[in-house]
């Protein structure tokens, strides 16, 4: 409930302070003195957009301020208590709104977001202009007002938490097929690498080895001649080394009969010559060995280039490119895991798509019989405020599949979204023989708001805000129909606080509480003032509402005895 309203600098309003209490609140007061503009501020502190042009001349911000208390149990309360705000302390908003654009929000005294706002304030007050502007003729809240009246929204609720499951699933959906055929590409690449490093059969060191193979192939000749004369001056050759050692030992033998000392070198001189021996047989071997093959050259000449090539392809050695081969195993085993990963989520999008399904179905179902219910409650209520023949209808149909919209959220050619298969519109003729026609095409200002009045009436009970306002309701009535829409505006403060700005003494004398706003000039400045009235001003009030400017003692009387009520 709205228990106090604050305005500074805002329009023509210098400073205004209203104190609001339960029931049936009315505002009145001559055109133009200042009625919307404090429906303005009561929009902007509900979450409308702010701008600077709301500020009063002179100023540098306009500041607004607004208490509720909020009732234990309510919406709004447990979502004060999910973002943290002590609801026994009320809730206190407040909106600055400055020239340079730098808009400011607090609540309960600290800054806030729109978006906490937003969601503080939809379940807290609503506010029906002379066209509705909350929504009551806002076709995309029919369906929602439907809902509400059929008692329909866990059901309602269950297809928007069916449908939100879905959404992410979808977006993974997208993204491993993006990933998909982007991986087709790649897989390519990859099992082309893959043959390609594997048909080379490599091994760790092989390089190494080939490139000294290569290298004694190329230098065979060489080796074999630097070996082959090795063998001829060490051994085989006439006068070759191990001839003269033999004669240099039995000459030393022969002087160690003179001296034996000399046996020990002579000794050693055999020792070398069996060294050389040795190393000879070593030559030979080496030698049986060395290979002149033109082809296994060509031969290892070809595989060191392949060797090669794949380092400078995967990484600059034998051991990286084995260690992308590896990678590229699990890059591909990664391929057909994605595939199984797309399955699975197509699995659980058909899963999904039927519970959405089945919930929208029953959704649907239920909303035929209840839309031909409040169809009827609607009339009745029309009749009541002077509309006899009016006929109502709420048409249903559905919402078509647009292109490239997802199976999932679709059936048989219509789709599905938050709220099921279904569009509500509300239908209406005015008069007998003509067509009904969507309630948005009413011209009678009127009329329209007898039909906002009625479904206000309907809805009283399943309405979650504790504050609606009520802004020139009597647009286009009078007579007995203001009479009647005054009696329903005091049957609605039963169940809500109820605000009304009315021009009619009809529906003003209803009131639990009435405040008169004017405007005066003071200083050369124009301002707006708001006094809430006693029983003799109040008999004034209405008085002038009936009377005009002139006031005799027969509008007094009359006003008198309209309040007597």
Same mark, same amino acid.
Not at 149 to 157: A, N, P, S, T, V
Not at 354 to 361: C, F, Q, R
Not at 378 to 405: H, N, Q, W, Y
């Given at each position: 409930?709205? #228990?106090?309203?604050?305005?500074?600098?805002?329009?023509?309003?210098?400073?205004?302070?209203?104190?609001?209490?339960?029931?049936?609140?009315?505002?009145?007061?001559?055109?133009?003195?200042?009625?919307?503009?404090?429906?303005?501020?009561?929009?902007?502190?509900?979450?409308?957009?702010?701008?600077?042009?709301?500020?009063?001349?002179?100023?540098?911000?306009?500041?607004?301020?607004?208490?509720?208390?909020?009732?234990?149990?309510?919406?709004?309360?447990?979502?004060?208590?999910?973002?943290?705000?002590?609801?026994?302390?009320?809730?206190?908003?407040?909106?600055?709104?400055?020239?340079?654009?730098?808009?400011?929000?607090?609540?309960?005294?600290?800054?806030?977001?729109?978006?906490?706002?937003?969601?503080?304030?939809?379940?807290?007050?609503?506010?029906?202009?002379?066209?509705?502007?909350?929504?009551?003729?806002?076709?995309?809240?029919?369906?929602?007002?439907? $809902?509400?009246?059929?008692?329909?929204?866990?059901?309602?609720?269950?297809?928007?938490?069916?449908?939100?499951?879905?959404?992410?699933?979808?977006?993974?959906?997208?993204?491993? /097929?993006?990933?998909?055929?982007?991986?087709?590409?790649?897989?390519?690449?990859?099992?082309?690498?893959?043959?390609?490093?594997?048909?080379?059969?490599?091994?760790?060191?092989?390089?190494?080895?080939?490139?000294?193979?290569?290298?004694?192939?190329? /230098?065979?000749?060489?080796?074999?001649?630097? =070996?082959?004369?090795?063998?001829?001056?060490?051994?085989?050759?006439?006068?070759?080394?191990?001839?003269?050692?033999?004669?240099?030992?039995?000459?030393?033998?022969?002087?160690?009969?003179?001296?034996?000392?000399?046996?020990?070198?002579?000794?050693?001189?055999?020792?070398?010559?069996?060294?050389?021996?040795?190393?000879?047989?070593?030559?030979?071997?080496?030698?049986?060995?060395?290979?002149?093959?033109?082809?296994?050259?060509?031969?290892?000449? $070809?595989?060191?280039?392949?060797?090669?090539?794949?380092?400078?392809?995967?990484?600059?050695?034998?051991?990286?490119?084995?260690?992308? @081969?590896?990678?590229?195993?699990?890059?591909?085993?990664?391929?057909?895991?994605?595939?199984?990963?797309?399955?699975?989520?197509?699995?659980?999008?058909?899963?999904?798509?039927?519970?959405?399904?089945?919930?929208?179905?029953?959704?649907?179902?239920?909303?035929?019989?209840?839309?031909?219910?409040?169809?009827?409650?609607?009339?009745?209520?029309?009749?009541? @405020?002077?509309?006899?023949?009016?006929?109502?209808?709420?048409?249903?149909?559905?919402?078509?599949?647009?292109?490239?919209?997802?199976?999932?959220?679709?059936?048989?050619? =219509?789709?599905? /979204?938050?709220?099921?298969?279904?569009?509500?519109?509300?239908?209406?003729?005015?008069?007998?023989?003509?067509?009904?026609?969507?309630?948005?095409?009413?011209?009678?200002?009127?009329?329209?708001?007898?039909?906002?009045?009625?479904?206000?009436?309907?809805?009283?009970?399943?309405?979650?805000?504790?504050?609606?306002?009520?802004?020139?309701?009597?647009?286009?009535?009078?007579?007995?129909?203001?009479?009647?829409?005054? #009696?329903?505006?005091?049957?609605?403060?039963?169940?809500?606080?109820?605000?009304?700005?009315?021009?009619?003494?009809?529906?003003?004398?209803?009131?639990?509480?009435?405040?008169?706003?004017?405007?005066?000039?003071?200083?050369?400045?124009?301002?707006? /003032?708001?006094?809430?009235?006693?029983?003799?001003?109040? =008999?004034?009030?209405?008085?002038?509402?009936?009377?005009?400017?002139?006031?005799?003692?027969?509008?007094?009387?009359?006003?008198?005895?309209?309040?007597?009520?």
């Amino acid at each position: 409930m709205l #228990q106090e309203l604050s305005i500074k600098n805002f329009a023509i309003i210098d400073d205004l302070h209203i104190r609001f209490s339960e029931g049936l609140t009315i505002l009145t007061g001559e055109t133009g003195a200042g009625k919307s503009i404090i429906i303005n501020a009561v929009n902007l502190l509900l979450g409308s957009r702010a701008n600077s042009g709301f500020i009063r001349t002179g100023a540098d911000a306009a500041e607004l301020e607004a208490l509720f208390e909020i009732m234990p149990g309510s919406r709004v309360a447990q979502i004060m208590e999910e973002q943290g705000y002590n609801r026994s302390e009320g809730l206190l908003i407040r909106r600055i709104v400055a020239r340079n654009e730098k808009h400011r929000i607090y609540i309960n005294g600290s800054m806030a977001s729109m978006k906490t706002l937003n969601l503080l304030t939809e379940n807290l007050a609503s506010i029906s202009g002379q066209h509705a502007h909350q929504g009551l003729l806002n076709e995309d809240q029919h369906l929602l007002i439907l $809902d509400q009246f059929g008692g329909l929204m866990l059901i309602r609720e269950n297809v928007k938490a069916a449908h939100q499951e879905i959404l992410p699933l979808l977006q993974r959906l997208d993204e491993l /097929n993006e990933s998909k055929q982007r991986q087709i590409e790649r897989m390519e690449i990859l099992l082309y690498q893959k043959q390609e490093i594997e048909d080379a059969q490599i091994r760790v060191g092989e390089d190494t080895e080939i490139e000294r193979e290569l290298l004694l192939l190329k /230098n065979s000749e060489t080796l074999y001649q630097a =070996v082959y004369s090795g063998i001829e001056e060490l051994y085989s050759a006439q006068n070759a080394i191990v001839e003269r050692l033999v004669e240099v030992k039995k000459r030393l033998e022969k002087a160690c009969q003179i001296d034996p000392e000399l046996c020990s070198k002579a000794e050693s001189i055999a020792d070398t010559k069996f060294q050389i021996e040795d190393i000879v047989d070593g030559l030979r071997t080496y030698l049986d060995n060395i290979r002149i093959d033109a082809k296994r050259l060509e031969h290892i000449d $070809d595989r060191l280039d392949l060797l090669k090539k794949l380092r400078r392809k995967y990484g600059g050695s034998l051991e990286s490119v084995l260690a992308h @081969l590896e990678s590229v195993n699990k890059d591909l085993s990664g391929i057909e895991n994605l595939s199984d990963a797309i399955a699975e989520t197509e699995n659980t999008l058909k899963q999904k798509h039927t519970e959405l399904l089945k919930s929208a179905l029953d959704l649907s179902e239920k909303r035929k019989k209840t839309a031909e219910i409040l169809g009827h409650k609607v009339e009745t209520e029309l009749e009541s @405020l002077r509309m006899g023949k009016a006929s109502f209808r709420i048409l249903l149909d559905k919402t078509p599949v647009r292109e490239g919209s997802s199976p999932y959220l679709s059936f048989k050619g =219509v789709s599905i /979204n938050d709220t099921g298969i279904d569009r509500a519109t509300f239908l209406i003729s005015t008069n007998v023989g003509e067509e009904v026609k969507p309630l948005a095409n009413i011209a009678s200002g009127g009329e329209l708001s007898r039909v906002v009045l009625a479904l206000r009436a309907i809805l009283v009970k399943t309405e979650s805000v504790e504050t609606v306002v009520f802004d020139e309701v009597d647009s286009g009535i009078g007579g007995s129909v203001a009479e009647v829409v005054g #009696q329903k505006l005091l049957g609605l403060s039963k169940y809500h606080q109820v605000i009304c700005i009315t021009h009619l003494a009809q529906i003003a004398k209803f009131g639990d509480h009435h405040y008169r706003i004017s405007k005066n000039v003071c200083d050369g400045r124009t301002r707006t /003032n708001i006094e809430p009235l006693n029983q003799t001003e109040r =008999v004034n009030e209405i008085a002038r509402m009936l009377g005009g400017i002139t006031m005799t003692q027969t509008t007094l009387d009359h006003a008198l005895e309209m309040l007597k009520r």
